[in-house]
């Protein structure tokens, strides 16, 4: 079963245009992540967002957590051409070691 | 070390065959876990182990699927008689104990396509 889901499962921008994903998720977590997925390959690790934490940067990347409303956001800047990608959200569930249970995911494709 | 690696990287076998996998982890990372992906969808878990044992298997496995990871180290996932349900990519993944705020390191995966 998947307990995070994506929104909007697709997005289409132009380079030098923000993207913003949103994640929403069922139960109670120790931590948020964001993974990246280039097509057929495997995921690369993005950003981790502690439940006690509300935002996070790294780069051009910024993640924000809303632990009342059990949401998340990744917010992409100034996206250039490398970053379409799918965009996965993955929680790890409180209690026990961290499992990561992942949403569908977004589809990024940004134009030159 | 350069990561986490998947052999092979793809696999097209005939509905009713054994396929076997391979996952060689990051050496120092005791934690292995292993997720299939179908188009357009996230990773889904199959199971997880911590140094050799296996720890967890999803309720979603069947009987026909089988992993193990001897001595702690590489792992291998089997699927019995497969079935064309069964094509995804396989993805297996490492991670550290206490290295919490740190997240997976993926494979490349192994593609399957049952014919």
């Known amino acids: 079963s998947q307990q995070g889901e994506e929104d909007p499962q697709a997005l289409s921008i132009q380079e030098g245009e923000n993207a913003t994903m949103n994640c929403s998720y069922k139960t109670s977590i120790n931590n948020l992540q964001w993974y990246r997925q280039n097509s057929g390959r495997g995921l690369v690790h993005l950003i981790l967002?502690?439940?006690?934490?509300r935002e996070k940067h790294s780069g051009r990347l910024r993640v924000t957590l809303d632990t009342s409303k059990k949401s998340s956001s990744l917010l992409i800047t100034a996206s250039r051409a490398a970053d379409t990608a799918s965009y996965f959200c993955?929680?790890?569930?409180?209690?026990?070691?961290?499992?990561?249970?992942f949403g569908a995911g977004t589809r990024l494709a940004v134009h030159p | 070390d350069t990561g986490v690696s998947q052999d092979p990287r793809h696999k097209i076998t005939k509905r009713g065959q054994n396929v076997t996998f391979r996952c060689d982890p990051i050496s120092e990372h005791n934690r292995l876990y292993w997720y299939r992906q179908t188009l357009g969808q996230g990773p889904e878990f199959l199971t997880y182990f911590q140094n050799e044992a296996q720890l967890e298997k999803s309720r979603l496995l069947s009987d026909r699927f089988s992993a193990e990871r001897p001595k702690g180290s590489f792992s291998t996932l089997e699927i019995q008689r497969t079935e064309q349900g069964d094509s995804a990519m396989y993805l297996c993944?490492?991670?550290?104990?206490?290295?919490?705020?740190?997240?997976?390191?993926f494979g490349s995966g192994t593609r399957l396509t049952v014919v």
């Open positions: 993944a490492s991670s550290l104990t206490g290295q919490v705020n740190y997240g997976y390191t």
């Open positions: 967002i502690r439940s006690n934490e």
């Open positions: 993955a929680t790890a569930l409180s209690g026990g070691y961290n499992k990561l249970i």
